[in-house]
C-alpha cells in the first residue's frame, strides 16, 4: 500500500484550508501507519462523522481497506463511482485489498450502468484485478455496449478489452472478435484473443 498512500497523502495535503485540518490529517496519517486495532476503530468513525470533508473519509477508508476492514466497503465503493478519477483509482486499489465478496458485484453494477459509463474506467479495471465470477459477464456486457462508432468512451471499451484478455476467458471471443472492427481497440483486441486459452470457457 505504500507507493499509493504516500500519493494520496501527497494529494490530499493540497485540500487542506486550516490549521484544523493539519492536524486532523496528521492525525490520520499516523492512525493509519500504526494500523493498530485501536487506531482502526478510530479511523471507523471517521467514515461517518459529520460535517468533515471528502478527503477524511478517503484517507480512512483507504486505510481500512488496506488492512481488509470490511467496515470501509461503503465509502469505498462510494469513491469508486465518484466524479474525480484518482479518487476513483484509490478506492479501486483499496477495494481489491479489501477481500469483500461484495465488491465484484458493486463493481459489476457500476460498470454495467449505461447512465455512469463515464466513471466505468476504475471499476472495469478493478474486474479485472478481482478475477471473481462477475467479472467476465460484465466486462463482456460493457464492451458490447460500447463497439458503437465514435464512442467518447472507447478508454472504458479499451480496459474491458484488456481485461477479457487478462482473464483469459473464451466466452469473450465473440465481443473481441468484434472490437477488431474498431481502430481504437483493434490492435489490443487482438492480443487478448491471443492469450485466450483454448480450455477454458
Known sequence: MEDQFHELTDRVRGELRSPADLVT??????????????????????????????????????????AGDRRAFETLVLLLNYRDPVRCATAAHALARLGDPRTARAAA??????????????????????????????????LERLLTPHTPYWRVALACVEGLGALGDRRAVPALTAA?????????AAASLARLDPGTG
Do not use: Q
Not at 496519517?29 to 493498530?36: E, F, V, Y
Not at 474506467?121 to 460484465?138: G, I, K
Not at 477488431?180 to 489490443?188: M, V, Y
Open 25 to 66: 490529517y496528521e492525525r490520520l496519517l499516523g492512525l493509519a501507519r500504526k494500523n493498530t486495532p485501536a487506531g482502526r476503530e478510530e479511523l471507523a468513525r471517521m467514515l461517518t462523522a459529520v460535517e468533515r470533508p471528502l478527503w477524511t473519509r478517503e484517507i480512512a477508508a483507504f486505510s481500512l481497506g488496506c
Open 180 to 188: 477488431l472492427d474498431h481502430p481504437r481497440l483493434a490492435a489490443a
Open 109 to 142: 453494477a457500476l460498470a454495467t450502468n449505461p447512465l455512469r459509463t463515464a466513471y466505468a474506467l476504475h471499476p472495469v479495471r478493478l474486474l479485472a484485478d478481482l478475477r471473481a465470477p462477475e467479472s467476465v459477464p460484465a466486462l463482456i456486457s460493457t
